[in-house]
């Protein structure tokens, strides 16, 4: 029997009592299902995972993506997306040094955008016994319940596109402006012509309904969100503005600081999330499972 600790007001759960390391029995695992949609981000303490393992455990939720960033797959295993400032002996990245910078859902600008993702911490970074590297959740569910019923009415019937591109721009422009004001940053590597043909911009309404738990989500972030359609670029940046304000108020925020052995998931459709980049040059290492979702429209 496993045991749920809810931790923030809207999202935000600690489950115990299981080994993912283990291949898991039917109850046991729809019970860990459901502890984890009700909760939204939901995290285990103490695993000890192979990328096999984490790679069978969150392949019980549904088909893997592969990342269209191919030089930061782990090496033998396609489905696990290395985030790290860690360099190899020739100086090279051997992850993505650079994931997470604005709120954002992943993969929200595929066609398919992921149900959830899954972070393993392989190394966590310490300083004066205090972990560096927190990341951050909001529920744009919360969010969205939390609006004047006006609000919900107006942009129920709004789109917006969702751009790879443009978000590789922003964090391109982001990284320049920190190295004008003397914070030591690493270039990414530029996305070749067959990374941005394969992830055209994509079109879909901003208030999403969940598959699983039918609640009502605002599916907009500041990372891959471009526009919103239908109206002018004026008015998208403002409505936009607005929004992203709205969501990331602290009543529906969740902060986790990791430990080593932590394997935190969190429902992409349900929130967004944002990275601290407080730790370099002291090392991390994380490993990313990322289930498909649904087709949206």
Wanted: no cysteine.
């Amino acid at each position: 029997m496993i045991t749920v600790t809810r931790i923030g007001k809207h999202l935000g759960a600690e489950i115990s009592g299981v080994d993912l390391s283990q291949p898991l029995d039917d109850n046991t695992f729809a019970q860990i299902a459901n502890a984890f949609f009700d909760n939204e981000v939901a995290f285990f303490r103490n695993q000890h995972l192979t990328p096999a393992q984490q790679i069978a455990f969150t392949r019980r939720f549904g088909t893997l993506e592969a990342h269209v960033r191919k030089e930061s797959r782990l090496g033998g295993h396609d489905e696990i997306f290395v985030l790290s400032n860690k360099l190899d002996a020739n100086g090279k990245a051997i992850g993505a040094q650079d994931a997470g910078r604005f709120w954002h859902s992943d993969l929200s600008y595929k066609r398919q955008p992921s149900m959830l993702s899954a972070l393993y911490a392989v190394e966590v970074p310490v300083k004066d016994g205090v972990a560096l590297g927190n990341t951050y959740f909001a529920s744009s569910t919360a969010a969205y319940a939390a609006l004047p019923e006006a609000t919900k009415q107006r942009v129920d019937s709004l789109r917006n596109v969702h751009s790879y591109r443009e978000y590789r721009l922003k964090n391109y422009a982001a990284q320049q402006g920190e190295e004008q004001r003397g914070i030591r940053t690493v270039q990414e590597h530029a996305p070749t012509p067959e990374q941005l043909a394969s992830v055209p911009d994509t079109e879909m309404n901003v208030v999403r309904v969940h598959p699983v738990t039918k609640r009502k989500g605002l599916f907009i972030n500041e990372g891959h969100t471009a526009y919103l359609t239908g109206i002018s670029r004026a008015e998208s940046d403002a409505e936009l503005a607005s929004l992203y304000a709205h969501i990331i108020q602290p009543e529906f925020i969740y902060g986790h600081s990791w430990r080593v052995g932590d394997l935190l998931m969190w429902d992409n459709i349900a929130v967004q999330h944002k990275a601290t980049f407080d730790y370099d040059p002291l090392p991390r290492l994380m490993y990313r499972t990322t289930v498909r979702g649904p087709v949206v429209m």
